[in-house]
């Protein structure tokens, strides 16, 4: 097909749904577009300015964030207020999953740093979906059980090394 007339006739409306955008999550990649579907109409879009906090470390978690544009700051603080970065994540990254399942404290605190777009899934939307949807659920959840114990993993084995080079020292 000629060029100049191929790009009449592609659609190229998708790419900028936000069905698209959770598609290219690495704990979403494998849903269809069904799945997708489904999740689209669970989540929760947000502005955010710089500086504005999205959660406390404390807070009781309630869902899990995704970024579609701008970048947010994990941090923890002591007793003293003295802060230590603990991650700076960008569009496409994801934080606070564990929170979906277990009605915890937030071990540590996010902020925007810039102007943010946020997609928040939370606990109680999961939990009313999966009544109503129990198949799309599941593969929703194997996603992101399949991502945390990616991270559990890499964890793991960076504790492993870490045990063995303080290990050496030790001797």
């Given at each position: 097909?000629?060029?100049?007339?191929?790009?009449?006739?592609?659609?190229?409306?998708?790419?900028n749904t936000l069905a698209?955008?959770?598609?290219?999550?690495?704990?979403?990649?494998?849903?269809?577009?069904?799945?997708?579907?489904?999740?689209?109409?669970?989540?929760?879009?947000?502005?955010?300015?710089?500086?504005?906090?999205?959660?406390?470390?404390?807070?009781?978690?309630?869902?899990?964030?995704?970024?579609?544009?701008?970048?947010?700051?994990?941090?923890?603080?002591?007793?003293?207020?003295?802060?230590?970065?603990?991650?700076?994540?960008?569009?496409?990254?994801?934080?606070?999953?564990?929170?979906?399942?277990?009605?915890?404290?937030?071990?540590?605190?996010?902020?925007?740093?810039?102007?943010?777009?946020?997609?928040?899934?939370?606990?109680?939307?999961?939990?009313?979906?999966?009544?109503?949807?129990?198949?799309?659920?599941?593969?929703?959840?194997f996603g992101l059980n399949r991502?945390?114990?990616?991270?559990?993993?890499?964890?793991?084995?960076?504790?492993?090394?870490?045990?063995?080079?303080?290990?050496?020292?030790?001797?």
């Open positions: 097909m000629n060029p100049l007339w191929q790009n009449i006739f592609r659609s190229r409306g998708y790419e698209y955008f959770l598609s290219t999550v690495p704990a979403f990649s494998k849903l269809d577009k069904r799945d997708l579907a489904v999740l689209e109409h669970l989540v929760h879009v947000r502005n955010y300015t710089a500086d504005e906090v999205v959660f406390s470390e404390g807070d009781i978690g309630s869902g899990m964030y995704i970024i579609r544009s701008g970048q947010v700051r994990i941090y923890t603080q002591d007793d003293l207020e003295q802060t230590t970065d603990k991650a700076v994540l960008e569009t496409g990254d994801f934080f606070g999953e564990t929170a979906l399942t277990a009605s915890r404290p937030r071990c540590a605190s996010a902020k925007a740093t810039e102007s943010t777009v946020l997609v928040g899934l939370f606990r109680s939307d999961v939990e009313e979906a999966i009544r109503r949807h129990p198949l799309e659920m599941a593969k929703i959840m991502v945390i114990s990616d991270r559990l993993l890499q964890c793991s084995l960076q504790l492993d090394k870490l045990m063995k080079l303080y290990g050496t020292e030790q001797q």
